[in-house]
């Protein structure tokens, strides 16, 4: 039997990993993916959790994750379109109108 | 609705008939203005005349629940102190209408309704008995003065001049809040009622560290809008950027604010810690007196040396108040009303000049006294009256501050009558630039001189400046009971001895008779 | 009719309103008639009250007419009203008869002038406000007739207001008397600090045991009235206004600066001779000051080319003389000098007035000459009021002088011998200055063509001839009863009895003759110097400067006070206050307040740094919060 | 047996999440999110949650990462170079991931800490989508709803943004 803290740990290096890609890349959809890891992550840790709580509350959250997961990637790949056919460019480095 | 309320929202009613009035058609709309702030004055001349001459206690009180939960009651009432700056708000509010008649082109509309809106400030400022009713119409009257400046004024350094003016009186009026906020809570931990209500707040026992906070706190405030000396600077870019009704009005009344809230409220309610104060505000005055008169002579443009001799004066009003005595009091409050007319007519004055002319500088100027006759009678009276001849409004009541600071401490007078000397100097070397010598420039040559509008304005000016010179006695007598009644109430509490003879607290000087009383006390 | 005495007054008041207000459409003759009629209203009254008071015993010859209480305010009552008593009504008569005349006198002299209405009001004005100070019945009402007097002076000589000379004369003649006031004002305060009471009655009365004699109350208020009335009578420190005040017209001279303003102070220390004899230190101050500037102001006159200048330079030394009889207790002598003086020092400035009409406005004597035979009227008259300034016999100016001069003599020889040098140099420099215009060779360039005034201008010139021949007579000494004038005065003067210096003894009588003969003898030896220097041989003035070039340089040049009180005064206090608005308001307060206005505006940019604009800088924030959260929340 | 299959899964997943990440060409990056997706779907499955795992191989492995892609085609982006002045930004990137990373490690040990106690039995609960479909629709009917909104208020936002500009 597995027990969660190992996926736990598995949870939170994806996790971290999804901080660094949103850091280290430039490109925005990718940025964007690395948050979609990072949710992932969370779900995992969710439903380790409500396994080793022994309630199915974890996993309707994560079912509840997912769907704002879902609106979000549509909504912030819009953005990113209308971005792109402003600015041409979707790398986060050169979007930088709001600076003083 | 008592006659109070009534004069004190009357201008507002005015400044909604203005706001619905059709916007093309000017006239129409000053012509309501004047309407209303006339009616104004003709009712305010009831206060005048319902007056009972000798009762120094407050009049007209009329009081209604506003915020029970609170204990903040709509309050208003007037006693001799106050009667004569409504009346003096009033009157100068018309005056102010009918001499914007010409001056304001644009927004006029918007104009109108800022002037009625800073009567009604004005008033409630004057006649308001509760802490939270003053501070309310207090800082209702800030924003049509900051308008009045900042859009009106001249193209130059308005903002700046606006933005200054206002920020240096919100700092000084937070502070007052503050400071009302622990009166109010002090009201209510001593007497368990919670009440902002000025009445009942005279009657409270503050101790002495306390009441030097508070009086530090309403004397900033009230410091700021006199000027005195240190916090002056904002008033000559506020006169010299308002258009010339602005500074008739802050001249007039404004300026005033600030020594009516030493008599009202720093002198009854924290008696101790004023008669320790007597000698810093007495400094700082003598200081104004000395500082304005000086710097107004070095002045290249008129309006901001009407200013800074406008330090001056009011460095005068504050001794006679600190004088604390009879004599003293009764010639600041007189003192007060001189400058409202004196200062009110120069700024008229300046304000035909720069219609002509445009330019305050006086170098621009130069022989206009052949040119504009009519016009250099007017500037003369009014000189005259604000150097203190005798004969004109000055002099009785710079003679009584000057009594009154003497019988105090001598060497205050000898130092406050030098002002006399340097406001004759600064105000006749202006004249004679600005109206003697041969009128060497071309344009001097054509100018009109003063329309019957004008020649009104100034009439009615002229005609109170000289009033008040040859018969002050119905004001002296409406005056002295109530500046009594404050004076009564810093005694009972403090070293000063009776009330009546107002003896100078430290040392008795002279006569060997009073020095063998002094050696009794 | 005593109580009509208001009516003194409103005589003149009606004139202004009249002139000033109404008289924009009057053609000239009307304004000044009704100039002139408003001023013999005043003076008719006054006689008739005189007439009236001469006929009561001397005792209650005081008497106080009070209008409306002006200010009742604490302790402090002051009313309108007047006091009719004997020193009041000397100088009543003494001002309105001397202005009436002026008046007239004006008529022709300002008639092609194109601000006669304007001339006429203030003239008025000016006997309204004078005729206030010498009838008050209070310190307060004085001071308010004692600044209105200032007030019109200033008006007046700024009446060409044209030309900066006149304008800058009037401001400072303004402020210099404001000095003055200032004294005043002090010492009406510390009057009433000591008396509880401005009026002159209750003052007065309760002086002598109020003050202890020679106390430090009664000398600083003595002091500070005597600062007032320097100013006024344009003594040692503050006569600097009166020489420029020749820049007004002649007339106005003749009123202001002769007969009537300059007066002002002395008989303010007539009125308070009272205190004055409390304080013998003041009175030794009066009579030293007095008698410097009888000298000091008769050297300048020496050297003076511009004949009005003589004339004013001999006002301040004939004042100075007042001053020192004030000052030595003979009260009653100043005033009769007062009066004499008014009469001829006006014919000398209407006489000077008519010579410059004829020489269309020349003034300086060095272009004049030999107008004897021109202008023969203004000659005589002239010469009378040289005769009765220099103190010769039969005419007034030596009966006065003479009695100022056997007064000193009791108290200090050198006083005495200071009045008697001024004497010498007045006779010196008024002859000289008859022998420079009217005798000696014509030196009146050619196309000046010299012309009699017209006779309205000569009329006013006989009367006060008249005048100054028969002025001495009010003040006859030795013979008994000759005196009229002290007699009249004596209820006034008497409150200070005990300090005058009155002991006529029989054995005296002789000596005081002797002293007679001494002054007039003084007064010729002036006189025949002059006319020795300036008719016999002309050449002496020049040699005689050249060999003393340096002190003629200094005394021509008016010792140089102008520009040293220039220097030492005016300019500090304008680089000062420059100096105080540039520096201290500007950059110390304006500084201040703009200074924390940038600090507000300084921290703020710094802190704009943080929008980078990088999107991922703020993800890191978010992380690097959520980390720290974590971190307090669990690991702590 | 669990085990090793739990021990691939996370080898697998953590590998190709470090390769999307260092991967320059974007649509490399979102195939490996895909198989982390997968990964993810098997330890799902592991863990008992079948009903989830099938909905998250269905919503992300499906439809994100399919979107993804077509928004990746649709831009046709090339490759990612490497900006040169950055390197400041990597240097802060790395040293914060670090630090992040040993503080979850520090977190996850203290959450478990709290939770250690609490291990209820591990029963295998027969029918998984019946009892959150149970659970879904009375305990949590209002967030229910609440999601539906939400996804038709992402529906509206998606075509306003990227709809068709005039």
């Known amino acids: ?100 | 609705m008592g006659l109070i309320s009534t004069i004190t929202f009357l201008p507002l009613i005015g400044a909604a008939l203005v706001a619905i009035g059709p916007r093309e058609k000017s006239t129409t709309l000053k012509a309501i203005a004047l309407a209303v702030t006339l009616l104004t004055f003709f009712i305010s001349i009831g206060l005048f005349t319902g007056f009972a001459v000798g009762d120094g206690d407050f009049q007209f009180v009329e009081e209604r629940p506003w915020v029970e939960g609170l204990g903040i009651k709509y309050k208003v009432g007037i006693d001799g102190i106050s009667l004569f700056l409504v009346l003096l708000s009033t009157l100068l509010s018309v005056v102010a209408v009918a001499a914007s008649w010409a001056d304001i082109q644009k927004r006029v509309k918007e104009f109108l309704i800022c002037l009625l809106l800073l009567e009604t400030g004005m008033i409630g400022v004057f006649v308001s008995l509760d802490l939270f009713l003053f501070y309310v119409f207090w800082e209702v009257m800030l924003i049509p003065m900051y308008l009045l400046i900042g859009v009106w004024g001249n193209p130059a350094r308005r903002v700046y001049a606006a933005v200054k003016f206002f920020i240096y009186t919100m700092f000084g009026s937070l502070l007052m809040l503050v400071a009302i906020l622990v009166l109010y809570f002090y009201h209510g931990s001593s007497t368990g009622t919670y009440s902002f209500d000025l009445i009942s707040c005279y009657a409270l026992k503050i101790p002495l560290s306390m009441q030097i906070w508070l009086f530090l706190a309403f004397g900033l405030a009230f410091a700021i809008k006199v000027p005195m000396f240190p916090f002056h600077t904002w008033l000559p870019d506020a006169h010299t950027e308002a258009p010339t009704v602005g500074s008739v009005l802050l001249a007039a009344v404004l300026l005033k604010m600030g020594t009516y809230g030493f008599l009202r409220f720093n002198l009854p309610l924290f008696p101790e810690a004023s008669v320790m104060f007597v000698p810093l505000l007495a400094g700082l005055a003598l200081v104004g007196i000395i500082y304005g008169a000086l710097v107004a002579m070095v002045q290249a443009d008129v309006k901001r040396l009407v200013a800074f001799s406008s330090v001056s004066h009011l460095g005068f009003v504050v001794l006679g108040i600190f004088a604390l005595n009879v004599e003293g009091m009764t010639g600041a409050m007189l003192q007060m009303l001189n400058h409202g007319f004196s200062t009110g007519a120069l700024f008229l004055i300046v304000g035909m000049l720069y219609e002509r002319r445009h330019t305050r500088l006086i170098a621009d100027f130069g022989g206009l006294s052949k040119v504009m006759p009519v016009f250099a009678t007017f500037f003369m009276i009014v000189t005259l009256s604000s150097i203190g001849l005798p004969g004109l409004n000055g002099f009785v009541g710079e003679f009584l501050i000057l009594l009154g600071a003497f019988r105090t401490e001598p060497l205050w007078a000898v130092f406050a009558a030098l002002g006399v000397i340097l406001a004759a100097v600064y105000m006749l070397w202006m004249f004679q630039r600005v109206m003697f010598g041969e009128v060497d420039k071309e344009e001097n040559r054509t100018l009109k001189d003063l329309s019957l509008r004008e020649v009104a304005i100034l009439l009615v000016m002229a005609f109170f400046i000289v009033q008040f010179g040859v018969y002050p006695k119905p004001y002296i007598d409406r005056i002295e009971p109530s500046v009594k009644v404050v004076l009564k109430r810093v005694e009972e509490r403090t070293a000063l001895k009776d009330a009546g003879r107002g003896e100078p607290i430290k040392r008795v000087i002279f006569t060997q008779h009073e020095k063998k009383q002094a050696v009794q006390e | 009719m005593i109580n009509y005495i208001w009516m003194v007054t409103l005589f003149p008041l009606i004139g202004v309103v009249l002139n000033g207000l109404a008289g924009v459409k009057f053609p000239r003759k009307v304004t000044g008639a009704i100039g002139s009629l408003a001023i013999l209203g005043s003076f008719l009254t006054a006689c008739l009250i005189f007439a009236e008071v001469l006929r009561l015993p001397a005792a209650q010859r005081t008497s106080e007419v009070v209008l409306f209480t002006w200010i009742a305010c604490g302790s402090l009552l002051v009313n309108i009203g007047f006091l009719v008593d004997p020193l009041s009504l000397v100088m009543l008569l003494t001002v309105s008869g001397v202005s009436f005349i002026i008046h007239i006198y004006s008529m022709g002299y300002m008639a092609e002038d194109e601000g006669f209405r304007r001339y006429f009001t203030y003239l008025n004005l000016f006997v309204f406000f004078m005729l206030i100070l010498v009838s008050a019945n209070s310190f307060l009402l004085m001071f308010v007739g004692w600044e209105g007097v200032g007030l019109c002076s200033y008006l007046l000589i700024g009446f060409w207001y044209q030309r900066r000379a006149p304008a800058d004369a009037g401001k400072k003649a303004f402020v210099v008397n404001r000095i003055g006031d200032y004294g005043f004002l002090l010492a009406m305060m510390l009057i009433f600090v000591t008396f509880k009471t401005l009026d002159f009655s209750t003052v007065f009365a309760a002086a002598p045991h109020t003050l202890e004699s020679g106390g430090l109350a009664v000398t600083l208020i003595t002091l500070l009235l005597f600062l007032g009335a320097c100013g006024k009578s344009a003594q040692i420190p503050l006569y600097v206004w009166l020489p420029d005040a020749m820049e007004g017209p002649t007339p106005v001279s003749a009123l202001i600066h002769a007969a009537t303003m300059v007066t002002a102070g002395v008989y303010m220390v007539v009125r308070c001779s009272v205190l004055y004899s409390l304080a013998p230190l003041s009175m030794d101050v009066v009579a030293i000051i007095g008698c410097l500037t009888a000298i000091y102001a008769a050297s300048i006159g020496l050297m003076q080319n511009d004949i009005k200048r003589v004339l004013a330079y001999s006002t301040i030394s004939q004042l100075g003389y007042m001053f020192l009889a004030c000052g030595v207790g003979a009260f009653s002598a100043g005033i009769f000098h007062l009066v004499t003086h008014a009469f001829f020092k006006a014919l000398l400035f209407l006489g000077a007035g008519s010579v410059m009409h004829g020489m269309a406005g020349e003034l300086d004597m060095r272009k004049m000459g030999a107008l004897k035979s021109k202008m023969p009227w203004t000659y005589w008259t002239f010469l009378i009021g040289t005769l009765a300034l220099a103190g010769i016999f039969p005419f007034a100016g030596f009966f006065s002088k003479d009695e100022i001069l056997w007064d000193v003599l009791q108290k200090s020889t050198v006083l005495w011998a200071g009045g008697a040098i001024g004497a010498f140099m007045t006779a010196f420099y008024m002859f000289r200055a008859v022998f420079m215009t009217f005798h000696g060779e014509s030196r009146v360039d050619e196309q000046v063509h010299v012309h009699e005034s017209p006779r309205v201008m000569l009329i006013p010139l006989g009367v006060l001839a008249l005048l100054s021949v028969a002025g001495g007579f009010i003040g006859l000494p030795l013979i008994e009863g000759g005196n009229r004038l002290k007699e009249f005065l004596v209820p006034v003067i008497a409150l200070a009895g005990h300090g005058a210096a009155a002991q006529h003894g029989a054995h005296e009588a002789g000596f005081e003759a002797v002293m007679m003969v001494v002054s007039l003898g003084v007064a010729l030896a002036g006189i025949a110097l002059a006319w020795l220097m300036y008719i016999k041989n002309p050449a002496v003035p020049e040699k005689l400067s050249e060999r003393l070039s340096g002190l003629y340089r200094l005394i021509y040049n008016k010792y140089f006070v102008d520009e040293a009180c220039a220097a030492v005064i005016v300019e500090p206090v304008k680089n000062g206050s420059l100096f105080l608005w540039r520096a201290c308001d500007n950059k110390v307060i304006d500084g201040a307040v703009n200074g924390s206005g940038a600090v507000m505006l300084r921290a703020s940019r710094i802190l704009q740094r943080v929008q980078t604009g990088m999107v991922q800088g703020y993800a890191l924030g978010f992380v690097g919060g959520v980390i720290a959260v974590l971190y307090i929340v669990f690991a702590m | 047996m669990e085990q090793v299959l739990f021990w691939i899964c996370g080898v697998v997943s953590i590998v190709f999440a470090v390769m999307m990440i260092l991967k320059r060409n974007p649509v490399h990056s979102a195939l490996c999110l895909i198989v982390v997706f997968l990964c993810l779907a098997v330890s799902y499955l592991l863990l008992g949650a079948e009903f989830l795992a099938a909905v998250q191989v269905i919503v992300y492995a499906g439809a994100i990462m399919v979107l993804f892609l077509f928004v990746i085609m649709l831009l046709n982006l090339d490759d990612e170079v490497h900006s040169p002045g950055k390197p400041r930004m990597a240097l802060i990137a790395g040293s914060s991931i670090g630090s992040g990373l040993i503080l979850l490690f520090l977190l996850t040990g203290g959450v478990f800490k709290a939770l250690s106690g609490t291990r209820g039995a591990e029963k295998v609960v027969a029918g998984n989508t019946q009892a959150v479909a149970e659970l879904l629709f009375t305990k949590y009917l209002l967030p229910f709803e609440v999601t539906s909104i939400l996804l038709l208020a992402a529906i509206i936002g998606a075509i306003v943004l990227a709809g068709k500009k005039g």
């Open chain 1, 1 to 100: 039997m597995v027990d969660t803290t190992q996926y736990l740990v598995l949870g939170a290096i994806l996790f971290c990993l999804g901080v660094a890609g949103v850091f280290i890349r430039r490109n925005a959809i990718v940025i964007f993916m690395c948050i979609e890891l990072m949710l992932n992550a969370v779900n995992l840790t969710f439903i380790a959790i409500s396994r080793s709580l022994g309630s199915i509350d974890g996993q309707v959250f994560v079912f509840f994750i997912m769907t704002v997961a879902a609106a979000e990637a549509a909504v912030g790949l819009a953005i990113i379109l209308s971005l792109y056919r402003r600015r041409q460019t979707i790398n986060v480095d050169e979007v930088n109108l709001l600076k003083w």
